[in-house]
């Protein structure tokens, strides 16, 4: 059974930086690109950024471009999503997102973890 | 950026009615359009993928179909667990991108 289960949320003050986590079980971890897709609290969902299965390529939603960084470390099943100069509109569930490269669909989404972004 | 626009917003139905959302992306980007269900509370789930293919899992009487600009995601006979946010999303290009999402709410 595919799991993948975010740690890492929690209430920062703008400008502040947060790193969340990703923890993979249950399928070849190595094998698949993966991302972070969040939501604004009842809002709709934004694609944040990818990461190729080696980690060789990133791509990412403009709005985070230079602020945030995803990474992974295959050895530990783990993906990471850095997240600096944080701002209010940065307040959201971040699910951390298999992206299946042959369907071309987000296939397995985790619980998500909740970042608040306030003073 | 692909602008995605989903019709409409919100919905009420009966169980057993035969729903059907509409999708609209401002560009062509051929099949690359998924369906994706999230209840309240909840991840969202994916339903279908490359416009039309049923993705493993998920009951048949979800169905999705078009090509182009215009998609269409059909419930042929609307079960109680099937009332949710329905979402499309373009995987044509980056930045992926996701409509702003249908109710399907209990009439």
């Known amino acids: 059974e595919v799991q993948l289960v975010e740690s890492g949320g929690g209430l920062v003050q703008p400008g502040g930086s947060l790193r969340l986590a990703c923890e993979a079980s249950?399928?070849?971890?190595?094998?698949?690109?993966m991302s972070w897709v969040r939501q604004a609290p009842g809002k709709g969902l934004e694609w944040v950024a990818n990461?190729?299965?080696?980690?060789?390529?990133?791509y990412y939603v403009d709005s985070v471009r230079g602020r945030f960084t995803i990474s992974r470390d295959n050895a530990k099943n783990s993906l990471y999503l850095q997240m600096n100069s944080l701002r209010a509109e940065d307040a959201a569930v971040y699910y951390c997102?298999?992206?299946?490269?042959?369907?071309?669909?987000?296939?397995?989404w985790g619980q998500g973890t909740l970042v608040t972004v306030s003073s | 950026d692909i602008q995605m626009t989903q019709s409409p917003s919100s919905l009420s139905a009966s169980v057993g009615d035969r729903v059907t959302i509409t999708c609209r992306a401002r560009?062509?980007?051929?099949?690359?359009l998924n369906w994706y269900q999230q209840k309240p509370g909840k991840a969202p789930k994916l339903l279908i993928y490359?416009?039309?293919s049923l993705q493993s899992g998920v009951p048949s009487r979800f169905s999705g179909s078009g090509s182009g600009t215009d998609f269409t995601l059909t419930i042929s006979s609307l079960q109680p667990e099937d009332f949710a946010t329905y979402y499309c999303?373009?995987?044509?290009?980056?930045?992926?991108?996701f409509g702003q999402g249908t109710k399907v709410e209990i009439k």
């Open positions: 997102v298999v992206w299946d490269h042959p369907k071309r669909a987000f296939d397995y």
């Open positions: 249950g399928f070849t971890f190595s094998s698949y690109w």
């Open positions: 990461i190729k299965q080696d980690g060789s390529e990133q």
């Open positions: 560009q062509r980007i051929s099949s690359d």
């Open positions: 490359a416009a039309s």
């Open positions: 999303q373009q995987s044509y290009s980056t930045p992926w991108t």
